[in-house]
């Protein structure tokens, strides 16, 4: 089936350090992900859908300068989050929809850690 | 905007049946979707119905779709302690929607043996 792999599946960074967060579909083209961001014992919310070869486009309240999202392939897309604060610290998922099925496939998740 | 609304928490025993339920709001819901989440990890799809469908059975899953009153139900026969997880329903309107799923805050399912 449609996999979507994630990297790193945990990262610790000092406050003001910048972090990357891979998202590659392995065995299937996505042009659209989804990037979510998950609180303890939260739900998911959708921060942005990426778009490849476009803009991302960021869901109300997200800042775009410090959510950087690029999708350069169509098996590739990246958050990378900018100077990171203690707030940032989360659980962030990535999500593509699978072409021609009805489902979305995730990602592993990355668990943040800001220190 | 779109909301899914679930119920936090179920207990259950081994070997009974689970029913999680979930309401939505957007009348204009595609397909539905109930996904599973064990502690630290992503998502699993378990099962989606699509919205002109009332029933769908998957081995010990089933669920039930009430379009009228928003209402969607997974019941989980023979619960087993691996069943105990994070499950969540989401909602999607389609391509027309950006294809976005909108999920509910999650329900946690304890198995107790």
């Known amino acids: 089936g449609a996999v979507v792999s994630q990297h790193p599946s945990w990262v610790i960074c000092k406050s003001g350090t910048s972090v990357k967060i891979e998202c590659r579909s392995l065995?299937?083209?996505?042009?659209?992900m989804f990037w979510y961001r998950q609180f303890p014992k939260q739900s998911l919310m959708l921060m942005a859908t990426?778009?490849?070869?476009?803009?991302?486009?960021?869901e109300q309240g997200v800042e775009k300068d410090k959510f950087l999202i690029n999708h350069a392939s169509l098996t590739l897309s990246t958050l990378t989050v900018t100077s990171a604060h203690p707030e940032d610290s989360s659980f962030y998922i990535c999500?593509?929809?699978?072409?021609?099925?009805?489902?979305?496939?995730f990602g592993s998740g990355t668990r943040l850690t800001v220190v | 905007g779109e909301d899914v609304e679930q119920s936090l928490f179920l207990s259950v025993r081994e070997g009974d049946s689970s029913v999680i339920n979930c309401t939505y709001t957007?009348?204009?819901?595609?397909?539905l979707y109930w996904y599973k989440q064990e502690p630290g990890a992503g998502l699993q799809l378990l099962t989606y119905i699509f919205s002109n469908m009332d029933m769908k059975q998957d081995q010990r899953l089933t669920v039930l779709l009430n379009k009228k009153d928003k209402h969607l139900s997974l019941r989980i026969a023979d619960t087993q302690t691996g069943d105990s997880a994070i499950y969540f329903c989401a909602e999607s309107g389609g391509m027309e929607y950006g294809n976005k799923l909108v999920f509910g805050a999650g329900t946690i399912l304890r198995v107790k043996s």
């Open positions: 957007d009348s204009s819901s595609t397909y």
């Open positions: 999500s593509a929809r699978v072409s021609g099925g009805n489902g979305y496939t």
């Open positions: 990426s778009n490849e070869g476009s803009k991302a486009t960021y």
């Open positions: 065995d299937f083209q996505a042009t659209t």
